[in-house]
């Protein structure tokens, strides 16, 4: 019996798929349980016009994110921290603070889609991986500088002296 497959199925094949199953596997199994279907000229032609349908969809998402991608490439978050006495910064930079920078840039992104293992918790210039489709990654430059701290000198207005 020949069946198109509506989906993966283990050991036998993936979604799209036309296989040779013996008659009471497709009957009993594959049909009801909605993982198959004949495989007449009539469903092959529906079937491949849902498929070119579905590729459509894909392929504008894949042409957005690419868009998007180029947009991220351009931008470049910066973050001022303060810092102890050997370089490591108060806090951390977080995939939410990278995705807070990016949208006060005008580029709207989802946290889940950075791929930062850790925070970071250096001085330095990062370049975080976001993963915007399954084909499309882009890195974003993250910079962590030293916030200018202000001595105790320079805050306290000039003395002014008295002529004698």
Do not use: W
């Not at 946290?111 to 850790?118: A, G, I, N, T, V």
Request: charged fraction near 30%; proline fraction near 4%.
């Amino acid at each position: 019996m020949k069946l198109l497959l509506k989906e993966d199925v283990h050991g036998l094949g993936s979604c799209g798929d036309e296989v040779e199953v013996k008659t009471g596997y497709g009957k009993n199994f594959l049909i009801p349980n909605g993982h198959a279907i004949e495989a007449t000229p009539k469903n092959l032609k529906q079937f491949n016009h849902q498929k070119s349908i579905v590729q459509g969809r894909l392929k504008k998402i894949k042409i957005v994110a690419e868009a998007q991608a180029l947009e991220i490439k351009k931008a470049l978050c910066i973050f001022k921290k303060k810092t102890g006495d050997n370089g490591k910064i108060f806090g951390s930079v977080t995939t939410q603070d990278i995705s807070e920078s990016l949208r006060s840039n005008g580029i709207e992104l989802d946290r889940r889609k950075l791929q930062l293992k850790e925070p970071i918790k250096s001085l330095g210039d990062f370049d975080v991986s976001v993963k915007l489709h399954p084909d499309v990654t882009v890195a974003v430059k993250v910079s962590v500088v030293q916030e200018e701290v202000k001595s105790k000198e320079s805050s306290e207005p000039p003395k002014e002296e008295t002529p004698s």
